[in-house]
């Protein structure tokens, strides 16, 4: 279907689960329904090994910090809210590992330990950060919901939603100046601005949607629609939950895309950056995805059915990576245990390092605030 929206459905896989909108659960609800209506991209062609295993490492990266955040946050470590990723590191992992690391930018929310560690901030800077320590990305002023690395091009977490989308449209906005402006043709950097399906009724959303399309600017918009914000349906919220085709409100290409399959979030999002790069301007990118747990530490996850949370642990994006990465042979499961224990050794040090680093001076207080 090709509109100023696009709906991307690649060939269908004859090998694909059925679960075909008749053998659905109705109660599982219309997220589950437009997931199921999403045919299954087969078998990419740019997959290779190398391709594979990265995606892997850094999905495990993502879900193995997560976990090791819940047993410290439990055992007193961090303080204020936590906000996990755990079910949607396909996202992360799909569109930063299709971009070009510390060239392009990223703009995270609260939700933002993961995208911090795939655009390569090392898991030792970000776990002191959480634990409020000198070495922290932010230098212990920021916490879980404030990381920053210049040096990584993270532009921030940010606490209030949609606070993030002006800031890339901004950076965004800074790519093509210096490209046209100062006729600096090296200048071909984009920028991904991630956030939530809560995030699409506020106003930045919508007035960033329409500067980025005037401006044709190298920017990808990527809805993070895991259909909770905090406890409210994003079904019951939204006149439109097909966010996706907010796009063509603006002239803008709209893609939907299954947030649980990190090659079809990578595809959609090379085409997205290499359409960003050429000057074709932004593409508004919406992944389907779920949550593993509460909103955050601190939310005791009772109002979410336990087949809806069955359904999606059923579609763990990490084990649909290995399943497709062994099934063509790629790799052999023995592989990715041992990059699973490279990954809990690297956390565990990530954990010591931060338990013993420093915590910041009140000498230095006043330091790194902008006034
Ligand atoms: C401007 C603003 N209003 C309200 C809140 C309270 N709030 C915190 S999280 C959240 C829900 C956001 O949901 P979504 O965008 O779907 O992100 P998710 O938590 O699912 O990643 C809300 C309303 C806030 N942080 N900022
Ligand atoms: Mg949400």
């Keep these: 279907m090709e509109s100023s929206g696009v709906h991307q459905q690649s060939s269908p896989n004859p090998d ?10 109705p109660d599982l609800g219309i997220h589950v329904e437009r997931y199921a209506n999403l045919q299954d991209s087969g078998n990419q062609q740019f997959l290779t090994r190398e391709l594979g295993l990265t995606l892997f490492r ?6 193995r910090f997560e976990d090791k955040c819940a047993e410290m946050y439990y055992r007193g470590k961090m303080f204020g809210f936590v906000h996990l990723y755990n079910g949607q590191e396909a996202v992360s992992t799909g569109v ?21 560690l795939s655009c390569g901030v090392p898991a030792k800077e970000v776990m002191s950060e959480l634990f409020g320590k000198s070495t922290g990305c932010s230098k212990g002023r920021g916490g879980s919901m404030h990381l920053f690395s210049r040096e990584h091009h993270l532009l921030g977490g940010y606490a209030f939603i949609g606070e993030g989308i002006p800031i890339a ?3 965004a906005f800074s790519s093509r100046y210096h490209k046209e402006v100062f006729n600096d043709s090296a200048s071909n950097a984009i920028t991904a601005a991630f956030f939530g399906d809560g995030t699409c009724n506020v106003g930045q959303f919508f007035e960033c949607l329409n500067m980025a399309q005037l401006w044709k600017l190298p920017i990808l918009f990527v809805v993070e629609n895991n259909k909770w914000a905090i406890g409210m349906d994003h079904n019951r919220a939204t ?20 947030g ?3 090659l079809a979030v990578y595809d959609a999002a090379q085409r997205a950056i290499s ?3 050429n000057g074709e301007g932004p593409t508004l990118l919406e992944c389907l995805t779920y949550r593993f747990r509460g909103h955050s530490l601190a939310d005791p996850d009772e109002l ?6 069955e359904f999606w642990a059923d579609r763990d994006p990490i084990k649909l990576l290995e399943a497709k990465l062994t099934e063509l042979q790629l790799v052999t499961s023995n592989e990715l245990r041992t990059i699973e224990k490279e990954i809990d050794s690297e956390i565990l040090e990530a954990v010591e390092f931060a338990l013993n680093a420093p915590e910041p001076l009140s000498t230095e207080l006043t330091e790194f605030v902008w006034a």
């Design 275 to 277: 359409r960003a790069r």
């Design 260 to 262: 649980m399959d990190v």
């Design 304 to 309: 979410r059915s336990h087949s809806e949370k």
């Design 58 to 63: 850094d999905m495990v990266l993502g879900r």
């Design 96 to 116: 930063i590992k299709a971009s070009r690391l510390k060239h392009d930018w990223y703009c995270s929310t609260y939700r933002d330990h993961v995208h911090a």
């Design 16 to 25: 694909a689960e059925d679960f075909s909108p008749q053998t659905l659960d």
């Design 169 to 171: 449209l901004g950076a």
């Design 239 to 258: 006149s439109d939950p097909e966010i996706w085709r907010k796009a063509a409100a603006f002239g803008m290409h709209g893609e939907e895309v299954d």
